[in-house]
Structures are given as structure tokens and as C-alpha cells.
């Protein structure tokens, strides 16, 4: 389904009906809502609905409830440009809004690496929300802390990188541009009180611990982090037992 943002992007969007519902199936055409929640999935870089590791995670968390896939700007179906930052909070803003409008009770977002970061930054601007999940996400915008994201950085930043962005992962980047917008530490303050997770790989080869532990001490108590031995980094490493356990912290912050 397509969904409008604010500054007129035309944004593609996965409705997954809740599993346990009798007599529903996969299809991601239909909208009518079969759940009190509704979870809304924000990929990570260069991710969107058909990538398998999303699709993989989709069948996990919607054991529990609706899941709605967004497709950031830029990236698969979606129009417009990655700005990787700012503007990718007015794509989870309509995410948000058309939920509500559909008459789900609660709505809860859970963001993976970059998808995260913008989760995080929704959650702090615009607020909305029943609850944010962030897993491997960035406590700041364009780190170079690893060798993974200095990859990451030629592949954004210079010509020939860009070419392989938009050529074999179908991203399609805007203008580099010298202005930072606000960075997930720096609003992490503003989403109190909506309950917040922080979850992160302790061998998690883009960002090491410092970013969730930032980003938990300048939350305070409002903040629950877990710090997993056997997890990487985003959708493609998460394990089956850490998806089911986050699908239960998201139905019911506070779940351990």
C-alpha cells in the first residue's frame, strides 16, 4: 500500500495480519485490522519488505500482533532519496498516523541500525507512540568508528560508491549535504515518558557498546537496554529466541 508523508514522498508500506488470527493469511494487500497493536517495522539501511531477513522477522513478531513494514524514502518501492537522517522522520510519521487512522489502540515502532536511529528520533519529535524499540541502533549520525561503517561511508559518500547503492541494493541517496540534523543522543531526553528498549550486540562489528550505553544513561529510567553475547548487528543476525522476546517487550514494555 502507498502512503503519503508530509513533503508529498510517496512511501510503499507491508501490512502482515496477526498469525494467530484464524482465517488470515499472508497477503499484503489487505489492511482491515485484526489486532490491538500494531507494530510498525523500520528496516535498516539498504533494507525494505522483500529483503529475507526482514520477511524473516515479520513471521516472528507477527505471532503477536499486526506488523506494518515501512519502506523508507529511497529505499525499494518507496520515492524519493535517502537523506540517512532528518527527513526519515516524517516516513515513520505517516506510518504512524495512517495506523491511527485505522483505529489500532496501540502503536509501537521497532527500528533496526539506521531504521533505529530514526525510530528513536520519531519517538523524540513527534512523539505517538505506545512504545520504541531500538536494536543495533547509532547514538549519532555518521560514525566512522569501525571498519564496517568507514565501508559504509565510501559506499554513501563517493560516486563509484553510490552507483553500487542504487545498482545492486536499489538505494537511491540524495545530495551530500553538511547539515547534521539532531542525533539520537541528543533527543533521547525528549521521549520520556513513552517506554523505550535498547537492544545491542556486544560482537556487533558497526557499532560497539558505547552507543546503547550513551543512549541509555541520557535517557535514565526511562530506558531498559539488553546487551546480547551471541547477537551482531541488526535483522540479518538477530536470533529466533531475542525476535520472540522482543515481540513480547513490545506487546508489554517492561517484560524482561
Known sequence: MLLLTEDQ???????????????????????????????????????????AAVRRLVVRLRRRADVFVIELRGHGRSGGLSAMGGPE???V??????????????????????????ALCHAAVRGGVDAVAAVSTPSRWFVRDTPSMRAVH??????????????FFKVRLAPITLAVPPSPLELMPAIAPTPVLLVHGLIDHYFPIEHPLALAAAAGDNATVWLEPDFAH??????????????????EPGTP
Open 154 to 167: 565510501v559506499l554513501i559518500e563517493s560516486l563509484p560508491g553510490r552507483l553500487v547503492a542504487r545498482t
Open 9 to 51: 514522498i510517496q512511501l510503499f508500506g507491508s501490512w502482515w495480519p496477526a498469525a494467530s488470527v484464524a482465517g488470515r493469511g499472508t497477503s499484503e494487500g489487505r489492511s482491515e485490522r485484526t489486532s490491538d497493536t500494531l507494530i510498525i517495522f523500520v528496516p535498516g539501511f539498504t533494507g525494505h519488505a522483500r529483503v
Open 234 to 251: 541488526a535483522e540479518n543476525r538477530l536470533p529466533v529466541r531475542l525476535a520472540d522476546r522482543l515481540g513480547r517487550w513490545l506487546l
Open 93 to 118: 510519521a505517516a506510518a504512524v498516523e495512517w495506523a491511527r487512522r485505522k483505529g489500532y489502540p496501540r502503536v509501537v515502532t521497532v527500528g533496526f541500525s539506521f531504521g533505529a536511529a530514526v
Open 89 to 91: 522522520v516524517a516516513d
